[in-house]
């Protein structure tokens, strides 16, 4: 299973138009997302979500700032700042840590991935054209979103809103 945070409507919206537009299209199968969990256990979805739900209605919306684009050598990210968000995912980390794969034991760079697969030409021109006129922006998460990966499109398992 995958978590990852749901943004307010205006900030989605952007996000995803960007990933729309340089996302090559046959490999766009889900919308702009930030995960913060990569590969949480099936098996234990019921107390997964008990926790996203107790968890999020405890917590405040996170406000987040959109940075800068990253390059990623075969796609550009858009790299976001949050210490509200840095300390929810710790938190959930140091509660789920007996599953955590080893790439969810990294640390947490907190972005949305706008172009993944590509040349590394075409990320490097992205990345050229963002990077100068980039203005920082803010976002604001509504929800934590759990999604079953089903080796293509991911499957939604559950919404669990803010508090704020």
């Not at 107390?47 to 996170?62: G, M, N």
């Not at 990623?72 to 949050?82: P, Y």
């Not at 995912?89 to 794969?101: D, E, I, M, V």
């Not at 990320?123 to 979103?145: I, Q, S, T």
Request: hydrophobic content about 50%; glycine content about 8%.
């Amino acid at each position: 299973m995958i978590l990852s945070l749901g943004f307010d409507q205006e900030s989605f919206a952007r996000l995803d138009a960007l990933r729309q537009t340089h996302f090559p299209p046959e490999r766009n199968l889900i919308p702009a997302h930030l995960t913060l969990f990569h590969a949480l256990p099936g098996a234990s979805a019921v107390a997964i979500s008990a926790h996203l739900a107790a968890c999020a209605a405890a917590t405040p919306a996170p406000r987040l700032r959109f940075v800068k684009p990253r390059f990623l050598g075969r796609g550009v990210a858009l790299d976001a700042e949050s210490p509200a968000l840095l300390a929810l995912r710790r938190s959930l980390a140091a509660t789920w840590a007996a599953w955590l794969t080893p790439q969810d034991r990294q640390g947490f760079r907190p972005h949305v991935t706008i172009q993944n697969k590509v040349a590394p030409e075409a990320a490097r021109g992205l990345f050229d054209r963002l990077a100068p006129g980039f203005m920082p922006w803010k976002a604001r998460g509504e929800a934590l979103l759990l999604w079953h990966y089903r080796g293509g499109p991911w499957e939604a398992a559950g919404r669990f809103p803010f508090n704020g």
